[in-house]
């Protein structure tokens, strides 16, 4: 069964900083991950998606990694923002039925 | 465009009473249709997952059900609601095979 763990849980950063969240997966046989956002009592926003083919991508000041054999992905945010304050989750879509798994998340606090 | 729908925002419930929520997809035909719910202080699970009408798959054990009666709505029910029941409950569809997409989620308190 696919788990999905993020460090850190919690993470609370100056604005300007560049920063990184983590987030590993059991299985590797992905099809891809997703990084979403989750705004405090709001849905899901999705940030990037990358294919199990592909290594990285990238969305502004976003950046995502992907090593898919070692199974771990990397979400950078470059010159932190206030407006970055929100839960990050990490999902991998995975298995016979393409279900996705997530993480428990990323809480982000940017301080102006 | 395609959009999600998902109704109501907030519910507030007593233990015991019936659950109806409800999610529709504009914009798109024969899509995945799921429901997950996140817990207080926890990740998402997946709770339902439905690849055409009347097609439903669980993933856990649980008080609650769901639905498919068109090809485009999925509804989420429960008989007598639990105080572990309370949280956020999102639909999102997807393709076959392609990223999913979210609704604005609804919050269920059940007291």
């Known amino acids: 069964k696919q788990e999905v763990t993020q460090i850190p849980a919690a993470l609370s950063v100056p604005e300007g900083e560049n920063l990184v969240l983590n987030c590993s997966f059991t299985d590797s046989a992905i099809y891809n991950l997703q990084w979403f956002r989750q705004d405090p009592g709001k849905g899901l926003t999705s940030l990037l998606l990358i294919q199990s083919s592909q290594r990285e991508q990238t969305s502004g000041r976003l950046n995502a990694s992907l090593d898919k054999s070692s199974g771990r992905s990397t979400l950078y945010i470059a010159a932190s923002q206030p407006g970055d304050s929100a839960t990050y989750l990490c999902a991998v879509l995975s298995g016979s039925a393409r279900q996705l798994t997530f993480g428990s998340g990323t809480q982000l606090t940017v301080l102006p | 465009s395609q959009t999600i729908h998902q109704w109501p925002a907030t519910l507030v419930q007593p233990v015991g009473s019936p659950l109806s929520l409800e999610c529709t997809v504009e914009g798109t035909s024969n899509p995945n249709l799921y429901w997950y719910r996140q817990a207080a202080g926890r990740g998402l699970q997946l709770l339902f997952y439905?690849?055409?009408?009347?097609?439903i798959s669980s993933e856990v054990p649980q008080n609650l059900s769901a639905s498919r009666p068109q090809d485009r709505q999925f509804i989420l029910s429960s008989k007598k609601l639990l105080l572990s029941d309370s949280g956020f409950y999102l639909c999102?569809?997807?393709?076959?095979?392609?990223?999913?997409?979210f609704g604005p989620g609804t919050r269920l308190l059940v007291l």
């Open positions: 999102a569809w997807s393709s076959p095979s392609k990223t999913q997409y």
């Open positions: 439905s690849v055409g009408i009347g097609q």
